[in-house]
């Protein structure tokens, strides 16, 4: 049985059995193709067929949920049991929302037969011609190759249902010659937009281009952060920009909805208009996916605001990005390096923690090559940084925005030139 | 039906060089209360198998959650076809599996209460308890509590003729108090990491105590100063803190996998290369790295490992030298080892195994020694408990630490808390500024469960431990 209709009769089951005064339900089915590949070789290479789900009760507004990979019908009466005991010895969440009515959703195409149909051998291949190319630039690659179909069913008592399919290839690989390592990674939902070609070229030229780095000191300097770094410095905003934590003063936009409090020149929002973007038709607690606009030239306009909090406070339940992007403005690497003095570019970054919550101060690493520009053209390669930054402040000194790239299957991001980029300590590598 | 003995039987018909399955069965329960509101209260079971097929120089790996004989059937034949794709690209690099032999035995975590016996009531009546005591200081705007347990019931046979039955069990408690000032915000946590023990663990915490002290010294931290820029200043670190520490710059380069660069592409490589065997200064004499997954109550102690690897004791920094690594059958050889030390595990079923830190710990040191004479000897420091913000790079060379709770030292004195502190350092010269470490009546173990590693990633357990260790001359200051 195929996992939406088996998930509906399972649905329908826990309709007749459950006593609950709400309950929700999730069904998640995955089969993956994974090949590993390091210094030249195949090191793993996984074959997986997963099912997961949970079923949730309220009882009182007491919860007890219980999550397994095996729902066979005839199980169904020992877990709803079991999750009404763990509902009957707790106490209520002060908190609960009943889940949502029926609702008419946009059904949304992420799943392409180019990706579902892709083949274990093609994928072997895809890793050959990988480490074909990495013999001829004498250099050893590292990385992973996989393919995921994934199936999801949701529903709420109160009459909510959203089934889902999803679709996605991933290529990720690390070429590395003495001491200079690269990494290009790309994910897609259709392999017509997977051009391997193109990415081992762009892999050897950024490889080629970090021979013999020169030893510089740490200080602040402009950057220029390619779309990667981008995705990984500015993703922690969507961790950090919950409405409730703001509202509660744990985090430095207490107050700030509505005001300019990122550079002018910063806009985030998710969207529904951008083909080969990963659409859900749900997210977050139950609600049809929509476009958010979170940034508008720097003024907040929206945070992620969980429906319990928007009840409470009168406010518009905001679900965290079902995908995101950030604006670009086509201005080209050339022309960023003309515009400022001297700079470094930042292929990625690696390893970014928080340090100060309240003032959003995170840290982390550069990864993957750093390179010295002066005089508008590149000198050199240089060592690695550390940086110590807050990304609300970062956006207030943005110069200029490249144009959007999509690297992910969730991600539109363009390159960036920012002032004076905090730089705390060197690397001795 | 013996599902295990199948899947073996039709591997070595289907011409395994070496084949495996574990069988899995894995439940979780986990308690999230925020604000006197119980948050989450779950009940999970993960139950499956993975088989691995080896043959020509290449592995296969299949999983699987349908138990039936056809479906076991199919998922052998599966891990062998991807083997045999993977032996294509392997010709002329094949693999090689450390020498190893059978075993029939068991294993089980001695433990006291089942934590799945315990009712949850009471479970949710302590928390509560906890989260009402930390509340109970105007301040505190936020209280949390999470409480995990899981148990894990797993076979183990291989076409070497293991057949392995092992019976673990995990508790790990994490409490945290946030206060909210003008223009701050600062949270103190009990987080003592998590033990394979069983329920006896949370109550030998004494929650109710350590309640009343997070929520004061979240408090104390909210109106502290912190420090003006970056010195060269020592520091004292607790076992509470120090668990990290060790975990990101010694565990981690010292696993082979990382060293021969199977993990370049994603979680890095490792500074710590063959040539310096034996040789490589990584700390100084009093410097001992103990790996040992036999240690009670370790994370990592479950009798063998994912090759069916028996657990054992061995040193990985000796007298401050640089000894061995944690190695698995597939990466032992390539260094030219005949024998791994058994670090191979998996998270759950449909994981392939992975090349793991062990339990791993920092000896005590060998002369009677207190952590007030270690403060005694310090005249501008910074004794750190707990964890905070740990960021390192992907050579496992260059890294910056904060923690939860930070004490000024003056002239041998603790004279006050302060807030918002980071140290950076590096290998070789962290370990090498040793000069002190508490002895055995201090020592302790601090457990990790969420070690993410792999593509895709994992979550692995293991333990660490130390006694307090003094640290001289390190970059240490406040954040912006």
Known sequence: MRLREFAKSVDLEIRKLCDADDFSFHISESETLETRFAQNRITQHMGKVHLSGYISVVYDNRKGSVSTNDFRIERLPELLKKAKEMAMLTQPDLEYIPTQPKTELKERKNCYDSVVNLTNEAMVDIVAKCIKRAEAEGAQISGMTEKEIEKDYTSGKNGFEVYEEFASFGHSMTMKRGNSETKLAISVMQMEKFDLDNELNNLAIQLNDLTEPHDMDARAIPVILRPQAVENFFGWLTWMMNRRQADEGFTPYTDKVGTQFFGEKFNLYSTDSIKGLYMPSAVGEMEPFRPISYIEKGVINNMPVSRFWAKDKGLEYTPYPGNFVIAGEGVSEEEMMKMVPEGLIINNFWYLRMIDAKKGEITGMTRDGVLYFKDGKIQHAVNNFRFNEIPHDATRRILALGKEEQRSVEAVMPTMLIKDFIFVDKSTF | ?480
């Not at chain 2, 034996?278 to 100084?284: A, D, E, S, V």
């Not at chain 2, 690897?309 to 030219?336: C, F, H, M, S």
């Open chain 2, 1 to 480: 039906m013996d599902y295990a003995l199948q899947a073996i039987d039709l591997a070595r018909q289907l011409g395994a060089e070496y084949a495996d399955i574990r069988i899995q069965y894995t439940k979780t329960e986990q308690i999230f209360l925020q604000n006197q509101s119980i948050k989450n209260v779950n009940n999970s079971e993960l139950n499956g198998y993975g088989i691995r097929f080896f043959k020509d120089g290449a592995w296969g790996f299949a999983s699987n959650y349908k138990f039936n004989a056809d479906e076991v059937a199919k998922t052998v034949r599966k891990a062998k076809e991807i083997a045999a794709n993977s032996a294509k690209i392997n010709k002329d690099r094949k693999l090689v599996l450390a020498t190893e032999r059978g075993y029939i035995d068991s294993f089980k975590t001695p433990i006291v209460k089942d934590p799945f016996d315990i009712p949850l009531n009471e479970k949710v009546d302590l928390m509560l308890e906890v989260n009402n005591k930390m509340m109970s200081y105007a301040p505190v705007k936020r209280a949390t509590f999470w409480i995990m347990s899981d148990h894990t019931d797993k076979v183990f046979a291989s076409t070497l003729g293991s057949y392995i039955k092992s019976q673990t069990w995990t508790v790990e408690p994490s409490f945290t108090a946030t206060v909210v000032g003008n223009d701050d915000s600062q949270s103190r946590s009990l987080r003592p990491g998590g033990s394979s023990a069983g329920w006896e663990y949370i109550e030998s915490l004494n929650c109710l105590d350590a309640a009343d002290r997070v929520a004061r010294e979240a408090i104390m931290k909210l109106n502290a100063d912190s420090l003006e820029g970056e010195a060269r200043r020592d520091l004292i670190l607790d076992p509470t803190h120090l668990g990290l520490t060790m975990h990101e710059s010694v565990g981690h380069p010292t696993e082979l996998d990382r060293v021969l660069g199977w993990e370049a592409d994603f979680a890095g490589i490792s500074f710590a290369t063959p040539e310096k065997l034996k040789n490589y200064q990584y700390g100084t004499k009093e410097v001992n790295f103990c790996a040992n997954n036999l240690l009670p109550n370790g994370l990592a102690t479950a009798g063998y490992d994912d090759d069916g690897v028996p657990n054992q004791k061995w040193y990985i920094v000796k007298d401050g030298i640089l000894n061995e690594y944690g190695t698995t059958r597939d990466t032992a050889p390539i260094i030219g080892e005949q024998m791994s030390r058994g670090c191979s595990r998996a998270t759950n079923y449909y994981d392939f195994p992975i090349n793991r830190i062990p339990n791993l710990y920092l000896e005590p040191g060998k002369e009677k020694l207190t952590p007030s004479e270690l403060i005694a000897g310090v005249e501008d420091g910074v004794m750190i408990e707990g964890q905070g913000s740990f960021s390192i790079d992907q050579h496992r060379v260059n890294f910056q630490f904060g923690g939860d709770m930070f004490w000024r030292i003056e002239n041998g004195k603790i004279t006050k808390p302060l807030k918002k502190i980071l140290y950076r350092s590096n290998n070789p010269e962290f370990w090498n500024s040793v000069d002190g470490i508490a002895d055995k009546r201090f020592w302790k173990s601090w457990g990790v469960t969420n070690c993410g590693k792999g593509q895709p990633m994992q979550s692995g357990k293991m333990t660490h431990g130390a006694s307090p260790t003094r640290f001289r001359n390190i970059r240490v200051g406040g954040s912006k």
